[in-house]
Nanobody
Framework: QVQLVESGGGLVQPGGSLRLSCTVS????????MGWYRQAPGKERELVAL???????TYVDSAKGRFTISRDIAKNTVYLQMNSLKPADTAVYYC????????WGQGTQVTVSS
């Protein structure tokens, strides 16, 4: 059973930064993709950023230039560095691993508010 554990969420003011972490119970390079998704109240879950086995990254337009997905293979951990946060970024953020079976973490709340 694969387990994904997210951490790093919290309350931050507009313009602030947070770094989310997702630690996986097996090697992250065994998955085709690792990604971060988010779900705001009343909205569907949406992709924020992906990183492939080869390290290629993809971002949703609203995250480009502000968010960075990265990984530490030795620690089986994927990160999402979020800068210049906006109230519209408020959501529960989920880590996903695809192998092609899809595995999800429990989610971490990010609230951007003054």
């Amino acid at each position: 059973q694969v387990q994904l554990v997210e951490s790093g969420g919290g309350l931050v003011q507009p313009g602030g930064s947070l770094r989310l972490s997702c630690t996986v119970s097996r090697s992250i390079v065994s998955f085709n993709f690792m990604g971060w998704y988010r779900q705001a109240p009343g909205k569907e879950r949406e992709l924020v950023a992906l990183i492939t086995t080869n390290g290629v990254t993809t971002y949703v337009d609203s995250a480009k230039g502000r968010f960075t997905i990265s990984r530490d293979i030795a620690k089986n951990t994927v990160y999402l560095q979020m800068n210049s946060l906006k109230p519209a970024d408020t959501a529960v953020y989920y880590c996903n691993a695809q192998s092609p079976t899809s595995y999800w973490g429990q989610g971490t709340q990010v609230t951007v508010s003054s």
